[in-house]
C-alpha cells in the first residue's frame, strides 16, 4: 500500500511511504525507494530477502558485455544492503509472521529511507525493529545503513550476519569475474570484483560498529566466506528491553572513477585506500553521514530548485518532488562520459542505455534548474561522437548517426535486437528501434540548441555544440533519399516516436525534426563563417564544412514534408491515414499497458490506425511555431483517441499540449496519469526501474505546461494554465544566468529576478512582450 | 522434518518422506531427495519458488570454465520444475499459510516424488494440491510432472504460468549464452543455451497438457518470453470440486550427448527432432513415462542388487536403498567419458568434480554388483590419461599424475586453489589438495586392480587396466625423493587423507599405496613381458617399459615405509607423533562438522594431533594384510579418539573396521552416523549436494563391514559381523562373472550361486577355505 499523506508540519507532502507490508509489491518499492547520488544507485530491497526481490546496485557508466549474444549493460554489483537476522534462531521474515504497526517511507528531502514495525513469534516475543539508509550526496561512495532491534517482551539472542555478496546478476547473467576477499584490521571486509568484458574494477568495503543500548561493543564478529561472498556473523545477547544497534556502512570505488582519468590507477592503491578510509569515516557514526548526505540536497538540489504547488491534493507536490528526487538521484552529473539511463539507476530495464529520453524528456528540468548538468549531459553527446560516427559508417551514412541506444561513448549502437515474444509465430519479436528509429540524431540537435537558447552557453557551443549540430546535418543530408516521382528529398523505412509503426516512410516527425536540424546547421555555418573564422576554420577542417554544407543547401528545401490533410490533420507518415481503424475502448481503458498485443501481435497493430505515443503531437510541442493552430487543433483530435500511451514518453507530452489548448481538466488528468505511472497504485508499473522519462515529463507538465515556461524565437515566454484543482505554483528558472522567480496563481503572475543584477529582461507573456527588471506582477 | 517409515506394505522402508513444511528445510530435501538418472540431474524444488531454494539441473560432463579466476564446473542449466500458480489471484505460497496434511515423499523403488497437502485462504478456500515428478531411467532426457489442483470449497480462477527458465546459475556465476527461444506449434516451447566456454548446446523443450476432471482442454496458453526465459501462461475456471491437472513434459539433450560421438552434430537437427519426439511423447501421458522409468529402475537396479536387513529399526534397510537409490541416480553410466561428482547431480558443491571419493568409497558398489558400470567409471579414468600426463608434467614428474580433482579428460588438475576465511589472518584460505594431496593416483591403481580380482576382466586389464597401472608406477617413481641421511626414497610435502596436516613427509597412506602401486606394476610387467608379449610391446612402446622398470626395480625397496613405534602405533606422516594434544571432547560431540575451525585456524590445526578422517586406518582397510593385527589395533586406539569424522568419507571406514575388530556396538554406531549424514535430522548437512561417497561407504558398511565380504590373496572372503540390531542381511554379489547370493543372520550363512552353472567356487569364511557349488549353508 502506497501512501502520500504520512509527512506531517516540515515533512508534509515530502514522504513516500508503504504502510503494509506485501511481498508482492517488493519491486514496486524497490524502485520508487530507491536511493541514488547519480555516481551509484541501490534499489531499496528490505535488509531480508524475499523470493521476487530484485537486490540492484549500480555504479553510473560501468558497462559490460557478457558476450556476443548480449549488447554491453551496467552490470549489478556486489550487494551491500541485505541482512539475515535470526531472533532466537528464528529468521526475521515478514511473509511468515505479518509485521504490527509497518511503516517504510523515502523522504524526498534528506533521501534518507526509514522502516520500522512490530514483530511478534512466539520464540522472539515482541521485538521492535528499525532501519534507516542513506545514498550520501556528500560523498558518492559512501552508503550508510543502521539498524535497530530491540526485544520488548523477552531475553533474546540475535544472530546477524551481514555483508558483501557478490553473487548477484542482472536477471541471470553475470557480469564480474570474481576477485580477492578479504577482512581488513579485524574490521573492514573488502571484497573485489572485475567486469568480464571491460575489465573494470569494483572495490566494495564494509564495516560494521554493533551497539547495545548505545555502548559499542567489541568488534568480535566472525568472518564468513562463501563463493564471491565475505560476510561478519555476530550473536549478541538481549536482555529484556535491550536495544541492538548497527551501523553499517560501505563504500564503492571503481577503475572507472573520474579521478583516474588525471592519475594512473593502482588496484592495489585503491583498495589499501578505501578500506582505510572507510574505517576512519565509520567513526564519525551514521547521524553524522546521514545529515551530511541530507545538507548535500539541501543545498545541492532543494535550495536551488524548489518548485511549490498549491493544490488540493498534496500528491501533486509530493509528484514533482518524487521527480526531481529520482532526477537526482538518477544523474550522473559528477562525470560528463556518462549519462542517464531510461530506467537511471534503479532497475535492470533497458540495461542502463540511454535513449532520447534524456533530450526531449529529462533535458530541459536540468536546462532550466541546473544548467551545469545538462552541459555535462550533452558533453557526453559530443564524447560520444565515435560511436556515431561508427554506427553512420556502419550503415554507409556519413557524420553522427546516434545510436537509438547508448552506453559506451565509442560503442555506437547497443540496443538488442530481440524482444517478447509474437504471440502469433511463436519466435521473438525484432527490435528495429535500433536499425531505423534515427530520430534521435535531431533530438540531440534539438537539445543542443535549446540548451543554448536558454542558456547562452557561448563556451558550450564552441567546444562542443556547434560540432554536435554540423555533424548531426552531414549524417542528415547523407540519409536523405531521392524520390524520381515525387522529386523530393524522403526519409524511408523509419520508425518515428510512435514505435507501433515500423517501416513506415516519411514520418512527419522524422522529416520535420531532420529537415529543422539542416537549417540549424546551415545557420551556425553561416553565422561561424560570418563572424567566427577561426572556429568556422577548426570545424572545416575536421568535418569538411564546404562540401557538406552545398549538399545540405542542395537538399534542404526539397525535403519532403508531410502536409496536412484537408481537415488539416498532419499525416503521421505516408500511410498511417489510409490504415484500418478499431475499435480501441478496451485499451484505452487498459490498466497495463501493452495490453493490446494480447489480441494482435506487432505486424498486425502495424496495419492500424492505433498510436503506441505522441508522435505528430510531440513535433507541434517542440516545433509549435512550424504549424497553424487549426492543424494542431484538427491533429489533436485526431490523434489523441488514437493513442494508447503505451509509452511512458506520451502522457507528458500530451498534458501540455491540452494545456496549449486550455483544456485544463484533460491537462490535469494526463499529469495525474503520467505522476501515477510510478507514484500510482499500480504495484507491478515498476518493477524493471522507474520511469526516468516520465519523471522529467512530469515536471514539464509543471513548468512547461501549468507553468506555461518556453521559448519563442529566443524570448522568454510564460503564460501559465493553471489547473482548477491548483491555487498556486512557485518556482524559479535559470534564464540566460538569470535566476527568475515565477510564482502564479489564478489572478496574477509575479516575477522576480533573484539574480539582483538590475538587468533588464524582455519577456512574453500572454502574447506581450514585458520588460522584467527586478520584479513584475501581472494580472492575467 | 524428515519421516522415514511412511511406506506400509509394499513400501515399506522405501519411502523418503518430509511431514511437515518449513522452507528452512528447503536445501536438505531438495537434495536427498533429487532425482536423477546418471544423464541429468534436479534437484527437488518445490513447484512453487522459495527464497532460499537452490534450483539445479545438471547433465552430466558438460563442464564449463565462467573465467581465468575459476575452475570448470559442471553448470546449471534451465529450469524446467518451476511453476507459478496463483488462486484467485493469490500466489500459492506455503510460508504465507500454513498447509495441512502435508507430506512429500521420494519413492525409491520408482523413484517418483510425490507431494500432497490442503491449503486453506480466505480468497480460495480450500485447496487440494498434489504434484509428482520423474526423471525417466527408461528415457533418459525425458522428464515429467504432473500437478493437480482441486478447488474444494469455492469456484476459483487459476493462473498458471510455467516454463523453461535459463536464468539459473551457479550461486551467480552463469556458464551459458543465452540462446533462442520459441514456441512451436503452440505447442512446445524451446530453449537454448550453449555453455560460455566449452561451447556445449543444450536443447531443452516443455510441452503442458492441461485436464479439467480429466477432460483434455485444448492447446490454449499465451506464451510469454523475458531474458532468457519462454513460458505458457494459462487461466482456468474451476467449480466448486473441479480438479485441474496439468502435465508438463521436458526434454533436454546436448551436443556432447554420446550419439554425436558417431554422428555429424547440427544444432538445427537436433532442435526440430527433440521437440517433435517431446509432443509425441506427451501425447502418451505422465502415467505411462511414469511406469516406464519405475520399471526401468526395477529391471536396472533393484532386481539385480537387491539388498535386505532384518533390522529393529528400518532406516538400516531405508538407509542401504537410499544410498543405492542415489548412486544410480548420480552415475553417469551411460557415458564413458563422464565419472561420480563428489555431490553427484544433487548440488554446486564441489562442482560436480570427480575424486578419489569415485574408486576409493563407490566404486565397490558398482563392482560387486554392476561391474559394466565399474569399468565404465575406471574406463574415465583411462580416457583422462592426457590430463594425468599434463599434471605431471606441469609438475615436473613423469607418468600418470592424476588430478585431485577432475572434470574434462585432458584438463588436469581443477582444483580451486582459494577456500574459506582463515578466522585469524582475514584471507582466504589455500587450498593445497589440488597440488599435494597426490594419493589419489595410487587409489586408482588400487580400484584398477580390486576391479581385476572381483571381475577377473581381462579385457579391461588388456585396453586399459594394464596400462593406467604402469603408467602410474611411472609418475609415482618420478615422484620419490632420496633422502641422504635415511638412505631411502621418501614422499615429502603432501596432504594424505587426513586434510588436516598440509605439507607432511612420509605420509603412511601416501608411501605405503605408493610402494604398492609400484609393486603392482612390476607384477604386471613381469607377467606381461613373460606371457603375453604383443601386448607387452604395445606398452613397452607407448610407455617406455624397460627405463621404467628399471627405475622401479632400483627404488621400491628403498621406498622409505613408516614402522610402527614400540607401542604399535604406526605414525600417520613423520611428525603427527610428536605434536601436541588437546582435548577434542567438544569437537568430537560437535553438531556441525569443522567446529574446531571456530577456535583454530587450518596452520594451528597443523600443528596438532587431530585427524579430519581416516588415514591410516584407512591403509589398513584397503592393505590390511600388509600390517600385524596388534599394530592395527594399537593403531586403533590412538586414531580413532583423535579423528574428528569432519569428512564425510571417515565413518564408514571406521565403522568397517569395528566391525573387524568384532566391535559390533561401535560399527553400528557409526554406520548409523554415516547413514545419518544426509538421512538424519540434520537440516543443513545436505544444502551443497548429497554425500556420494558417504553413500558408498554406506554401502561398504553393510556388505563389506556387516557382511564381511572382501577379496584375500585373490579368494573371495565372507566373514559376517552381524550386529546385535539386525536379524539377518541378504543379498547378491558377482564374483568373476558369477552371482552368488548371500544370506546372514546370526547362526547361518547361506551361500547360493544364482548362475547355476555347476561351477565350484573356492571361498574363504572365518579362515576357513570352503567350496561352493551350487548352495552352501554354514554355521557361524
Known amino acids: 500500500m502506497l501512501a502520500y499523506n504520512v509527512g506531517k508540519d516540515d515533512l508534509k507532502d515530502w514522504l513516500v511511504a508503504e504502510t503494509a507490508f506485501n511481498v508482492r509489491n517488493c519491486g514496486k518499492f524497490e524502485t520508487i525507494m530507491s536511493l541514488g547520488n547519480g555516481y551509484l544507485g541501490i534499489r531499496s530491497a528490505t535488509e531480508e530477502k524475499y523470493c521476487n526481490e530484485k537486490r540492484n546496485t549500480f555504479v553510473a557508466g560501468t558497462f559490460n558485455k557478457f558476450d556476443d549474444t548480449e549488447v554491453s549493460e551496467l552490470p549489478n554489483c556486489a550487494d551491500v544492503t541485505a541482512l539475515k537476522i535470526l531472533i532466537n534462531d528464528v529468521p526475521l521474515n515478514l511473509n511468515k509472521v505479518e509485521p504490527k504497526e509497518y511503516i517504510r517511507f523515502l523522504n524526498l528531502k534528506t533521501a534518507e529511507l526509514t522502516r520500522r514495525f512490530l514483530w511478534e513469534t512466539q520464540e522472539t516475543g515482541i521485538i521492535s525493529f528499525e532501519s534507516k539508509r542513506f545514498v550520501s550526496l556528500s560523498d558518492l561512495h559512501l552508503i550508510g545503513q543502521k539498524i535497530s532491534v530491540r526485544a520488548l517482551s523477552k531475553d533474546v539472542t540475535i544472530d546477524i550476519i551481514s555483508g558483501i555478496d557478490g553473487q548477484q546478476t542482472n536477471s541471470g547473467v553475470q557480469h564480474f569475474s570474481d576477485g580477492d576477499k578479504r577482512l581488513f584490521d579485524k574490521k573492514c571486509l573488502q571484497l573485489i570484483q572485475t567486469t ?31 563463493r564471491r561472498q565475505v560476510s561478519m556473523e555476530y550473536t549478541f545477547s538481549l536482555k529484556k528491553g535491550d536495544e541492538l544497534t548497527i551501523e553499517k556502512f560501505a563504500s564503492i570505488h571503481t577503475s572507472r572513477d573520474r579521478e583516474w582519468i588525471d592519475k594512473e590507477y593502482s588496484l592495489e592503491a585503491l583498495r589499501e585506500r578505501s578500506w582505510r578510509e572507510l574505517v576512519d569515516k565509520s567513526g564519525k557514526g551514521y547521524e553524522y553521514h546521514a545529515q551530511e548526505s541530507a545538507r548535500a540536497w539541501s543545498q545541492k538540489v532543494w535550495d536551488k530548485a524548489n518548485i511549490v504547488i498549491d493544490s488540493i491534493d498534496g500528491r501533486d507536490q509530493l509528484s514533482v518532488r518524487f521527480a526531481q528526487y529520482h532526477l537526482t538521484a538518477m544523474t550522473p552529473a559528477h562525470d560528463n562520459r556518462m549519462n542517464i539511463g531510461a530506467k537511471g539507476l534503479t532497475g535492470e530495464g533497458y540495461k542502463g542505455h540511454t535513449f532520447w529520453d534524456t533530450e526531449i524528456f529529462m533535458l530541459p528540468y536540468f536546462t532550466w534548474h541546473f544548467p551545469e548538468i545538462a552541459r555535462s549531459l550533452l558533453e557526453y553527446r559530443y564524447l560520444s561522437l565515435p560511436g556515431a560516427h561508427k554506427k553512420a559508417k556502419e550503415n554507409g551514412y556519413d557524420g553522427a548517426m546516434f545510436p537509438w541506444e547508448s552506453a559506451w561513448l565509442d560503442e555506437g549502437e547497443t540496443t538488442p535486437v530481440w524482444g517478447a515474444a509474437d504471440i502469433i509465430t511463436g519466435k521473438p519479436t525484432k527490435i528495429w528501434s535500433g536499425f531505423i528509429e534515427q530520430h534521435i540524431t535531431s533530438d540531440i540537435v534539438y537539445a543542443v540548441c535549446q540548451y543554448y537558447t536558454i542558456t547562452n552557453d557561448q563556451d558550450f557551443m564552441d567546444k562542443y555544440g556547434y560540432e554536435l549540430v554540423l555533424d548531426a546535418a552531414k549524417f542528415w543530408a547523407s540519409r536523405l533519399e531521392w ?33 529543422w536540424s539542416i537549417n540549424k546547421a546551415i545557420e551556425f555555418r553561416d553565422e561561424l563563417k560570418a563572424s567566427r573564422p577561426e572556429l568556422y576554420n577548426r570545424l572545416d577542417e575536421k568535418l569538411g564544412l564546404e562540401n557538406a554544407y552545398m549538399l545540405w543547401k542542395e537538399r534542404v528545401n526539397k525535403i519532403f514534408l508531410p502536409q496536412p490533410t484537408k481537415d488539416g490533420v498532419l499525416p503521421q507518415d505516408d500511410t498511417y491515414l489510409s490504415k484500418k481503424d478499431i475499435d480501441l475502448t478496451p485499451y484505452k481503458n487498459q490498466t497495463q499497458v501493452g495490453s493490446i498485443f494480447k489480441d494482435y501481435n506487432l505486424e498486425q497493430v502495424n496495419q492500424m490506425q492505433v498510436t503506441k505515443q505522441a508522435d505528430v503531437l510531440l513535433l507541434f510541442y517542440l516545433l509549435g511555431d512550424l504549424f497553424e493552430e487549426k492543424v494542431k487543433k484538427a491533429s489533436w483530435n485526431y490523434y489523441e483517441p488514437r493513442t494508447l500511451h503505451d509509452s511512458s514518453l506520451s502522457l507528458s507530452t500530451h498534458s501540455i499540449l491540452a494545456s496549449d489548448f486550455e483544456d485544463k481538466k484533460l491537462a490535469y488528468k494526463l499529469f495525474r496519469q503520467a505522476a501515477d505511472i510510478d507514484l500510482g497504485q499500480n504495484m507491478k508499473s515498476s518493477d524493471h526501474g522507474i520511469h526516468a522519462a516520465s519523471l522529467g515529463g512530469v515536471w514539464q507538465c509543471v513548468v512547461n505546461g501549468f507553468g506555461g515556461v518556453r521559448v519563442n524565437n529566443g524570448i522568454l515566454k510564460i503564460d501559465p494554465h493553471l489547473p482548477d484543482e491548483w491555487n498556486g505554483l512557485k518556482f524559479s528558472i535559470i534564464w540566460r544566468n538569470d535566476r527568475i522567480r515565477v510564482e502564479i496563481d489564478h489572478k496574477n503572475l509575479s516575477l522576480t529576478n533573484e539574480t539582483g543584477n538590475n538587468k533588464e529582461l524582455e519577456i512574453e507573456v500572454r502574447g506581450n512582450k514585458v520588460t522584467l ?4 506582477k501581472l494580472s492575467l
Open 196 to 226: 568480464t568484458q571491460s575489465r573494470i574494477d569494483f572495490v566494495i568495503n564494509m564495516v560494521h560498529n554493533c551497539f547495545i543500548n548505545g555502548n559499542k561493543l567489541p568488534d568480535n564478529g566472525r568472518i564468513v566466506m562463501d
Open 773 to 776: 527588471k527586478n520584479e513584475l
Open 483 to 515: 524520390d524520381e516521382a515525387r522529386q523530393q528529398y524522403c526519409i524511408n523505412d523509419v520508425v518515428g516516436p510512435d514505435e507501433y509503426k515500423e517501416h513506415v516512410n516519411n514520418n512527419a516527425f522524422t522529416n520535420y525534426m531532420a529537415w
